[in-house]
């Protein structure tokens, strides 16, 4: 009976089976793997550096110094007994007195007058002669010209002048001041220096009074130069010079 049974149960089981819908199973075909695409590396090569071409200089002569002379002043030798004075005119103070055989250096010359500015070896301190009474070795048309300084000289304890006047009577000018009161041991006077008009030639004129008590003082002064006169009026006593003071100049 179980033996039926079992063979019923597999005849039943293989009916199901041809009864039943085919299952369709698709075999994967395999795939070639995809080539993936590597790129390609360019090696970039870095900037290559091209060194600046050094220029060699070429070599420059170099001259060998020349030495520069030093310039030597004019030296002199007093050839009379002379005065050596603190401007370049016999009108100014006496400085010292020269004798022959002094022996000096020439140091300048004066523009209008032609003196000499000398530093004397017996000196310690400068003073102005007059050319004609020295001996001088060397060239003097080296030397600059020298300014006119009389404050450097010393200062006079007294003032300038006062109430200056310049009066014209034809070619002559008459100037005229106050007196300034000095001790009789101070006193050297009044100087004046001026530029004048003379036969066609501007003058550089100087001129001095020994003491206080001369006030007034008359020059020839003409026209047809091409610059004005003009001057200046000082005190002198025996420290120096005082400030100048102009003299009112009138025109021709």
């Not at 101070?186 to 206080?212: E, H, M």
Request: net charge negative.
């Amino acid at each position: 009976m179980k033996k039926q049974q079992i063979a019923s149960l597999f005849a039943i089981f293989a009916m199901l089976a041809c009864n039943s819908p085919a299952q369709i199973f698709a075999t994967p075909t395999p795939v070639p793997p995809t080539e993936t695409s590597t790129p390609t590396l360019t090696a970039t090569p870095e900037a290559t550096f091209t060194p600046t071409i050094t220029l060699t200089p070429t070599i420059t002569f170099t001259p060998s110094i020349t030495p520069t002379p030093t310039f030597s002043f004019p030296s002199a030798t007093v050839n009379k007994q002379a005065h050596c004075r603190y401007g370049p005119s016999v009108a100014f103070l006496h400085a010292a007195d020269l004798y022959p055989g002094d022996t000096g250096q020439v140091n300048g010359r004066f523009e209008y007058s032609g003196w000499l500015y000398m530093k004397f070896d017996k000196l310690n301190y400068y003073c102005w002669v007059a050319p004609s009474v020295v001996d001088v070795t060397g060239d003097i048309n080296t030397l600059y010209y020298t300014e006119l300084d009389l404050q450097s000289v010393g200062y006079s304890q007294y003032p300038p002048p006062g109430g200056i006047s310049a009066v014209r009577n034809g070619d002559e000018v008459t100037i005229s001041w106050n007196q300034v009161q000095m001790t009789g041991d101070k006193d050297r006077g009044y100087l004046i220096i001026a530029f004048v008009c003379q036969n066609g030639a501007y003058l550089w004129w100087t001129f001095s009074y020994p003491d206080q008590y001369t006030t007034s003082y008359t020059v020839k002064d003409e026209a047809g130069c091409p610059a004005p006169s003009e001057g200046v009026l000082y005190t002198v006593e025996k420290h120096g010079f005082s400030e100048p003071a102009t003299i009112p100049w009138p025109a021709p």
